[in-house]
């Protein structure tokens, strides 16, 4: 099933369905989001962090709260840089946060959603390594961009060089922590998949961060 992993069956129609997706307590949200930006070696997130119990809660408040922070940073640093202008006019810029919801939950909902389907569709019948369950996938891609949050925050701070040093450190820690986790999987594969896989998740995460 898209959505099975290691849960028990539930009706589609059951509240109890949904109830298991959002079955994690604050503590382990909070650990997630360390281990989503702490790349280190032999640490796979979804094995370490997860443990067979992803969850949407985290990754659905994650993505909320970072289109919330590019959408108001956007919006003030756009105004910290026409405020000395005598004939400007501040006007609210709303649908910044519906671009930035919809770019940011496309991202989350079908980046790994291409991801997952691609691994499945490679993986060889005898393979002893699985790959993830699609909810392992996109939860392990929404708590990647917790990262972003902070560094969405910290654009108000009117140093260009800055702001860009500080996206890069953002894109590199959680697309290391993206990279460590699906080679794995992808190496089940041919070495120049595996790498254009892991090539191709690092790139789009960076692509992100450079489009918000």
């Known amino acids: 099933q898209l959505l099975g992993g290691q849960r028990q069956p539930h009706s589609f129609w059951t509240f109890e369905y949904y109830q298991t997706f959002f079955n994690?307590?604050?503590?382990?949200?909070?650990?997630?989001?360390?281990?989503s930006?702490?790349?280190?070696?032999?640490?796979?997130?979804?094995?370490?962090?997860?443990?067979?119990?992803?969850?949407?809660?985290g990754p659905f408040w994650i993505c909320a709260t970072l289109a919330l922070a590019v959408a108001v940073s956007?919006?003030?640093?756009?105004?910290?840089?026409?405020?000395?202008?005598l004939t400007y006019h501040y006007s609210p810029q709303f649908h910044s946060v519906?671009?930035?919801?919809?770019?940011?939950?496309?991202?989350?909902?079908?980046?790994?959603?291409?991801?997952?389907?691609?691994?499945?569709w490679r993986r060889s019948p005898g393979t002893p390594l699985g790959t993830y369950s699609f909810l392992e996938t996109l939860c392990?891609?929404?708590?990647?961009?917790?990262?972003?949050?902070?560094?969405?925050?910290?654009?108000?701070?009117?140093?260009?060089w800055l702001q860009w040093l500080m996206l890069a450190?953002?894109?590199?820690?959680?697309?290391?922590?993206?990279?460590i986790t699906?080679?794995?999987?992808?190496?089940?594969?041919s070495r120049v998949t595996a790498l254009a896989v892991v090539a191709?998740?690092?790139?789009?995460?960076?692509?992100l961060a450079v489009g918000c």
């Not at 070696?41 to 094995?47: A, L, S, T």
């Not at 699906?182 to 594969?189: G, L, N």
């Not at 191709?200 to 692509?207: E, G, M, P, R, Y």
Request: a positive charge; hydrophobic letters at 50%; proline letters at 7%.
């Open 24 to 35: 994690v307590d604050t503590q382990q949200v909070l650990e997630r989001i360390k281990g």
């Open 37 to 57: 930006v702490m790349p280190l070696p032999g640490k796979n997130f979804v094995r370490h962090r997860l443990r067979n119990n992803p969850d949407l809660y």
């Open 74 to 85: 956007g919006n003030l640093s756009h105004l910290t840089e026409k405020r000395t202008s």
């Open 98 to 120: 519906t671009i930035a919801a919809t770019l940011i939950f496309c991202y989350a909902g079908l980046v790994p959603l291409a991801l997952w389907g691609f691994l499945r």
């Open 140 to 160: 392990a891609y929404g708590y990647s961009l917790s990262a972003y949050i902070p560094t969405a925050v910290l654009w108000l701070v009117p140093v260009s």
């Open 169 to 179: 450190v953002a894109a590199l820690l959680s697309a290391a922590v993206l990279a």
């Open 182 to 189: 699906f080679w794995p999987p992808a190496r089940a594969d």
């Open 200 to 207: 191709t998740v690092v790139s789009l995460h960076t692509l």
